[in-house]
């Protein structure tokens, strides 16, 4: 839902999804216990810190600028809206106005 939302925010996002355990679907392994699952939780912290360094390292560089402020995704959702103007409700066009702000001027 988040990345739908932001999406029509033309605001980037990427979501950083890690396991924590993979008894669920491979009969191999052991079961799993908290300490486990706890483990695999540091270790994912530990990860997500070093990964989100290095990606705040690489976009405060100046190249980057344009897809930091998100330049890409800037009018992308002008399209978007499959209402034709005559079945527009002002009420509507008010209420998205500050989320697609332009759009319908």
Request: proline share 2%.
């Amino acid at each position: 839902m988040e990345a739908k939302l932001a999406r029509e925010a033309e605001i980037a996002y990427q979501m950083i999804c890690m396991a924590t355990d993979y008894d669920c679907w491979h009969s191999v392994n052991e079961s799993v216990n908290v300490e486990m699952v706890m483990g695999h939780m540091k270790a994912n912290a530990g990860n997500a810190r070093r990964l989100l360094g290095a990606v705040l390292d690489e976009l405060s560089k100046e190249e980057n600028i344009e897809l930091v402020m998100a330049k890409h995704l800037e009018s992308q959702s002008r399209y978007a809206i499959s209402t034709a103007q005559p079945g527009r409700k002002q009420a509507a066009l008010e209420k998205l106005s500050w989320l697609l702000p332009g759009y319908f001027d």
